[in-house]
């Protein structure tokens, strides 16, 4: 009684508040108030009060028309703003060849503290520029450093080399200016899946299918 009704509640806001001050939280601004986006907003804030780690971690999957092939990676998703999520990478890096000649993605979630995960389907295209160098001006001299001094996921000699190449940055560049080949991918997603994993193994799944505007919904076999 005494747990679930004054410690729970407690443990959760004390979470929600290292979380938050830790700035490892996406950040959701004016969200869109249909259903997929409530609910998402919803399994978030289960999970962040769940003390969920590593939260904001998204996977991308790509297809690469040129090799014939689709990838993933995690990145880290920054923003809902409204019915748009918003990530930062490289802009020569081989996920931005991808989106340039695939526009089509999926995007994952998984939050193991509450056994859910989220699954996107969307369209993907780059950020504004005035957009990339407003984000970019707030963030640490040592994450611009990197993003300057790195091109990502060409191949070096060391890595003394990435290193090298890091505290150069750090020293001589303009550290508040955003390079060209720096910034944001934004997508809307077109389709979301909803799974909760249940000990059961009857595992609810709910689908929303943007369909001519609208969103229909229904749930899937697990
Ligand atoms: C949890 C996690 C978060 C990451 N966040 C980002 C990110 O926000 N942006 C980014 O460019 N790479 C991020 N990375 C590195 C990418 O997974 C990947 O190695 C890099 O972007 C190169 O990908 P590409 O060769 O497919 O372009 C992250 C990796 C992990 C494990």
Same mark, same amino acid.
């Given at each position: 009684?005494?747990?679930?009704?004054?410690?729970?509640?407690? &443990?959760?806001?004390?979470?929600? &508040?290292?979380?938050?001050?830790? %700035?490892?939280? &996406?950040?959701? #601004?004016?969200?869109?108030?249909?259903?997929?986006?409530?609910?998402?907003?919803?399994?978030?804030?289960?999970? @962040? %009060?769940?003390?969920? #780690?590593?939260?904001?971690?998204?996977?991308?999957?790509?297809?690469?028309?040129?090799?014939?092939?689709? +990838?993933?990676?995690?990145?880290?998703?920054?923003?809902?703003?409204?019915?748009? /999520? &918003?990530?930062?990478?490289?802009? !020569?890096?081989?996920?931005?060849?991808? /989106?340039? *000649?695939?526009?089509?993605? *999926?995007? @994952?979630?998984?939050?193991?503290?509450?056994?859910?995960?989220?699954?996107?389907?969307?369209?993907?295209?780059?950020?504004?520029? !005035?957009?990339?160098?407003?984000?970019?001006?707030?963030?640490?001299?040592?994450?611009?450093?990197?993003?300057?001094?790195? $091109?990502?996921? !060409?191949?070096?000699?060391?890595?003394? =080399?990435?290193?090298? %190449?890091?505290?150069?940055?750090?020293? $001589? +560049?303009?550290?508040?200016? *955003?390079? =060209?080949?720096?910034?944001?991918?934004? /997508?809307?997603?077109?389709?979301?899946?909803?799974?909760?994993?249940?000990?059961?193994?009857?595992?609810?799944?709910?689908?929303?299918?943007?369909?001519?505007? !609208?969103?229909?919904?229904?749930?899937?076999?697990?």
């Amino acid at each position: 009684m005494l747990i679930n009704f004054i410690l729970k509640p407690l &443990i959760a806001n004390i979470t929600y &508040i290292i979380n938050s001050n830790f %700035n490892v939280v &996406i950040k959701f #601004k004016n969200i869109n108030q249909e259903a997929p986006y409530l609910l998402l907003k919803e399994k978030y804030d289960d999970a @962040l %009060n769940s003390g969920q #780690k590593s939260i904001e971690a998204i996977s991308i999957s790509s297809f690469n028309t040129k090799m014939n092939e689709v +990838d993933s990676r995690y990145v880290n998703l920054k923003f809902v703003i409204n019915d748009r /999520f &918003i990530f930062f990478s490289n802009y !020569e890096s081989p996920k931005a060849y991808s /989106f340039s *000649c695939h526009k089509q993605i *999926c995007a @994952l979630f998984y939050w193991p503290s509450t056994n859910v995960q989220i699954r996107m389907k969307a369209k993907i295209k780059k950020t504004s520029s !005035e957009f990339n160098q407003k984000y970019f001006s707030q963030r640490s001299k040592e994450k611009n450093a990197l993003a300057i001094s790195s $091109n990502q996921s !060409e191949p070096i000699n060391s890595y003394a =080399q990435v290193k090298k %190449n890091f505290n150069k940055s750090l020293k $001589n +560049d303009n550290l508040k200016k *955003c390079p =060209q080949y720096w910034g944001g991918f934004s /997508f809307i997603p077109y389709y979301f899946e909803f799974w909760q994993g249940h000990e059961s193994r009857i595992n609810k799944r709910e689908v929303f299918n943007l369909i001519e505007g !609208e969103w229909r919904n229904l749930y899937i076999q697990p």
